[in-house]
């Protein structure tokens, strides 16, 4: 299982990347795994902000539905559009090609909440 030092986690299993007052997010390794084969992602909330915890949208694979949660407060600025012709990405390239939304943090203190890879390795048992 892939858990890259450099990012952030969640334990509902989603990765931060912090580039500034910018946070790239997507789905962890073990998530895309858990899930299994991913049909479809959808994000309907392109410029709007949301506090932590908040909905951002859905990913469908084969056998469920799941909800993608905000892991820090802020305004949603991108979404990687090439997701919704190869929604595939997020299982071949979590941490790469399959990242979800970029946003603008508006509390870059809630960074502080994340877990690092070591303490998310633990939530996954690996």
């Known amino acids: 299982m892939n858990i890259p030092q450099e990012l952030k986690y969640t334990k509902d299993h989603e990765w931060v990347k912090i ?21 479809y992602v959808e994000v309907e909330t392109l410029d709007e902000s949301l506090e932590k915890e908040e909905v951002f949208g859905t990913v469908e694979a084969v056998k469920t539905v799941s909800d993608l949660y905000m892991p820090v407060s802020g305004e949603i600025i991108e979404f990687n559009d090439s997701l919704e012709d190869e929604p595939e990405k997020v299982n071949n390239d979590p941490y790469g090609d399959g990242w979800m939304i970029k946003i603008k943090l508006s509390d870059a203190s809630e960074i502080e909440g994340l877990l690092s890879a070591e303490e998310y390795q633990e939530v996954v048992g690996a």
């Open 19 to 39: 580039e500034g007052d910018t946070a790239t997010i997507g789905v962890t390794d073990f998530a895309q795994g858990e899930l299994g084969d991913i049909v």
